[in-house]
Nanobody, 122 residues
């Protein structure tokens, strides 16, 4: 199985930026499509972005133009650069490996990290 560990979360003021990292185990990491999700307390897990092994990206409308997903296959790392942060972005952020199904559905992803907390103050 794949093990994922997120890091880089913290407290930031509205309008600020934060870069999240996801470290993945396994020598086959470079073949996986990876995704970022977030979940606020009491709410459903929300799709944010995906990146294919070759670098193709796809974003949810809510973050398009503000967030950028990237990867470094040589380092087994996936990143989420978050700019122009809003209080509504406050959530636990997760990276995950895509399995099959609808891209935006959390059930389409099989392996998940433990999450990292992002808090945006107003």
């Amino acid at each position: 199985q794949v093990q994922l560990v997120e890091s880089g979360g913290g407290l930031v003021q509205a309008g600020g930026s934060l870069r999240l990292s996801c470290a993945a185990s396994g020598r086959t990491f470079s073949s996986y499509t990876m995704g970022w999700f977030r979940q606020a307390p009491g709410k459903e897990r929300e799709f944010l972005a995906t990146i294919r092994s070759g670098g193709t990206t796809f974003y949810a409308d809510s973050v398009k133009g503000r967030f950028t997903i990237s990867r470094d296959n040589a380092k087994n790392m996936v990143y989420l650069q978050m700019n122009s942060l809003k209080p509504e972005d406050t959530a636990v952020y997760y990276c995950a490996t895509f399995n099959s199904g609808a891209t935006r559905a959390s059930t389409s992803y099989n392996y998940w990290g433990q999450g990292t907390q992002v808090t945006v103050s107003s």
